[in-house]
C-alpha cells in the first residue's frame, strides 16, 4: 500500500503558484520524497525528490515539513501544460516505487 | 539520450496470439522495470530486473514472461492473455536501485486483448 496520502484533485488558474500538499506520516529517516507527473496519454515523469532540505530544479520547488511527515510541491507559475496526475511516492524496503492515487492537477484557462 | 523508447505504440491481440513489447534505454541504466496501469489507476509494478537479473516478480501470471537480453533491452513476452489484461504497459529504467533512484519511463504500450 503506498505510503503517502494526496488530495484527489486540485484546481488553480493559469500562471498563479500551485500547492500540491502530500502526507507521509509513517516515513522513516532514511525515506525519499519522490514527485513524478503524469500528462495525459503519456508515461510519468519524474518532477523532483528530496530527503530533509527544500529543493529546487527547474520544473519545481519541493518544501519539506520539519517533522518530514508532510511535503508540499510548487510549482511557480501553472500553465496548461502542468495538467496532470501529481503522485508523491515514498520508495518501500525494495527500493520500488509504490503509487497511491495520485493529484489529478486542473488548469484553468 | 535521456529517453526510454517501447515498441509497439498500440497492440491489439487474441487470447490465443503470442506477441512481445519491446523496451530500450541507452542511459547505462542498470535497473529496469514493468508496470501495468489500468485507465485512471496508478502504474502497479510487475517485474524488476537489476544488472539483467530478475530481482523482482510481484506474483504476475506466467502468461507475460519477461526477458532481459542485455542490459540495455528489456523485452515483456505474452502469451494467452485474458481480456482483463488489457491496459498501458510501460517500461521504466534506473540508474540502479536505491532510495534515491530516478526512473525515467518510456511512452507505453497501449494493449488491447479480444
Known amino acids: 500500500d503506498a505510503k503517502t496520502t494526496q488530495p484527489n484533485s486540485m484546481e488553480s488558474n493559469e500562471e498563479e503558484p500551485v500547492h500540491l500538499p502530500c502526507n507521509h506520516s509513517?516515513?522513516?529517516?532514511?525515506?525519499?520524497i519522490h514527485w513524478y507527473r503524469q500528462l495525459p496519454s503519456q508515461g510519468p515523469e519524474y518532477v523532483i525528490h528530496?530527503?530533509?532540505?527544500?529543493v529546487n530544479n527547474r520544473m519545481a520547488s519541493l518544501a519539506i515539513a520539519e517533522d518530514r511527515k508532510s511535503s508540499t510541491l510548487i510549482l511557480h507559475r501553472a500553465t496548461l501544460r502542468d495538467a496532470a496526475v501529481y503522485y508523491c511516492?515514498?520508495?518501500?524496503?525494495?527500493?520500488?516505487?509504490?503509487w497511491g492515487a495520485g493529484t489529478k492537477l486542473i488548469i484553468k484557462p | 539520450d535521456t529517453e526510454v523508447t517501447q515498441t509497439p505504440k498500440h497492440l491489439v491481440m487474441g487470447m490465443t496470439n503470442k506477441k512481445s513489447l519491446k523496451c530500450e534505454q541507452h542511459?547505462?541504466?542498470?535497473?529496469m522495470y514493468w508496470y501495468k496501469q489500468k485507465a485512471k489507476k496508478p502504474p502497479e509494478l510487475m517485474f524488476v530486473?537489476?544488472?539483467?537479473?530478475?530481482?523482482i516478480n510481484e506474483s504476475v501470471p506466467s502468461r507475460f514472461s519477461p526477458e532481459c537480453p542485455n542490459s540495455s533491452l528489456l523485452n515483456l513476452h505474452l502469451h494467452a492473455l485474458q481480456p482483463e489484461d488489457s491496459a498501458l504497459y510501460l517500461c521504466?529504467?534506473?540508474?540502479?536501485?536505491?532510495?534515491?533512484?530516478?526512473?525515467?519511463f518510456g511512452p507505453g504500450t497501449r494493449l488491447t486483448v479480444l
Open positions: 521504466a529504467s534506473s540508474q540502479d536501485r536505491t532510495q534515491s533512484g530516478v526512473q525515467f
Open positions: 542511459m547505462g541504466h542498470r535497473a
Open positions: 530486473y537489476s544488472y539483467e537479473k530478475l530481482s
Open positions: 509513517t516515513i522513516s529517516g532514511t525515506d525519499y
Open positions: 528530496g530527503l530533509t532540505s527544500n
Open positions: 511516492i515514498l520508495p518501500d524496503s525494495n527500493y520500488q516505487l509504490i
